[in-house]
């Protein structure tokens, strides 16, 4: 009954290589992101999708590609991996109004 | 959004309350207060957040000042996994996303 959960936890692979992670949220929430954590721990927006309709692009290389079958759904698609890509990548999601996020338990991506 | 400045660091011992500072003097009206914490790790996790009143839950106490320009989250009782980054956000209701700052690193020791 986990209420943002993201698959896989962790995830090593090659530099070019292309990625998924998935996330699933089970709270009703209309709108989810993906955030990225550093090495350096600070946390950016990617993106956000309301009612599976992108509603946020922030700067992200447009290897990069966020697909939201349903609104419960919010996968990453990485392209052409980079060693600047390793980071630890959250999911969350949201209602409407003024209420606060739900976030996973993160994805660590390493790429070697 | 506006910005918030928080310190880098505090301690506090454990059982004592943990008082945690932020100055948001350039929020708007409409604007709320969230504050989240991530303990190593993990992921974010929402706290409390307030508009103009003071708030509290089973978590913590969120005191905004009168003018809005700053306020304090309180751990009553902190305890050793209350240890993490704290984080005091400004965010409008909506469709605006939540823009993360640094924090303050809060330590929890016995």
């Known amino acids: 009954d986990t209420a943002v959960s993201q698959t896989p936890k962790y995830l090593v692979t090659q530099m070019g290589n292309d990625k998924s992670i998935k996330c699933e949220q089970n709270?009703?929430?209309?709108?989810m992101y993906w955030y990225k954590q550093d090495s350096k721990k600070f946390l950016k927006i990617m993106f956000s999708y309301n009612n599976k309709e992108l509603i946020i692009n922030e700067t992200v290389p447009n290897r990069f590609s966020p697909k939201s079958p349903d609104k419960a759904h919010l996968n990453l698609h990485i392209n052409s991996l980079e060693l600047g890509d390793s980071a630890v990548y959250f999911c969350?999601?949201?209602?409407?109004?003024?209420?606060?996020?739900?976030f996973g338990s993160g994805t660590r991506l390493t790429v070697v | 959004d506006a910005k918030t400045t928080q310190p880098t660091s505090m301690d506090c011992a454990e059982g004592r309350a943990a008082n945690l500072p932020c100055n948001h003097s350039?929020?708007?009206?409409?604007?709320?207060v969230y504050w989240y914490r991530q303990i190593h790790s993990q992921g974010p996790q929402y706290i409390i957040h307030?508009?103009?009143n003071n708030e509290t839950n089973e978590m913590a106490s969120l005191i905004i000042t009168e003018d809005r320009k700053s306020s304090t989250l309180i751990l009553p009782h902190a305890t050793l996994r209350d240890t993490a980054v704290y984080y005091c956000?400004?965010?409008?209701?909506?469709?605006?996303?939540?823009?993360f700052g640094k924090g303050t690193m809060l330590l929890v020791s016995p």
């Open positions: 709270l009703g929430h209309d709108t």
């Open positions: 969350a999601s949201s209602p409407e109004g003024s209420y606060g996020y739900t």
């Open positions: 956000i400004v965010r409008q209701a909506g469709y605006s996303t939540l823009t």
């Open positions: 307030g508009l103009k």
């Open positions: 350039t929020i708007s009206g409409n604007e709320y």
